[in-house]
Nanobody
Framework: DVQLQASGGGLVQHGGSLRLSCAAS????????IGWFRQAPGKEREGVSC????????YYANSVKGRFAISSDNAKNTVYLQMNSLKPEDTAIYYC???????????????????????WGKGTQVTVSS
């Protein structure tokens, strides 16, 4: 079974940093695109960042570009989201997701919600105080 476990959330002050982890199992890690998404109370889920199936391409939503960095450790089947310069508007539940990309599928499409990811993990809460 495909399993994704997000961790690393918490309470942090405005301007602080957190690193989220997404531990994956049950599939060939290198073949899948991995994305981070978030959902704030009363708002729709939005794409945050994505790393391509071969780990060579990354993509960020404009709202986090320059502040967040996604990376992967293939040996540990884990994707990380380093979040710096956090703002109160970053407060949300963060989810990681995985998908075996179809022909023409790419990280921008996932983050822009042009198409969805198949596998989702439970989220981790990130709260940024002002």
């Amino acid at each position: 079974d495909v399993q994704l476990q997000a961790s690393g959330g918490g309470l942090v002050q405005h301007g602080g940093s957190l690193r989220l982890s997404c531990a994956a199992s049950g599939f060939t890690f290198d073949d899948y695109a991995i994305g981070w998404f978030r959902q704030a109370p009363g708002k729709e889920r939005e794409g945050v960042s994505c790393i391509s199936s071969n780990g060579t391409k990354t993509y960020y939503a404009n709202s986090v570009k320059g502040r967040f960095a996604i990376s992967s450790d293939n040996a540990k089947n884990t994707v990380y989201l380093q979040m710096n310069s956090l703002k109160p508007e970053d407060t949300a539940i963060y989810y990681c997701a995985a998908d075996l990309p179809g022909l023409g599928f790419s990280c921008p499409g996932y983050i822009r919600n042009l198409y969805g990811m198949e596998h989702w993990g439970k989220g981790t809460q990130v709260t940024v105080s002002s």
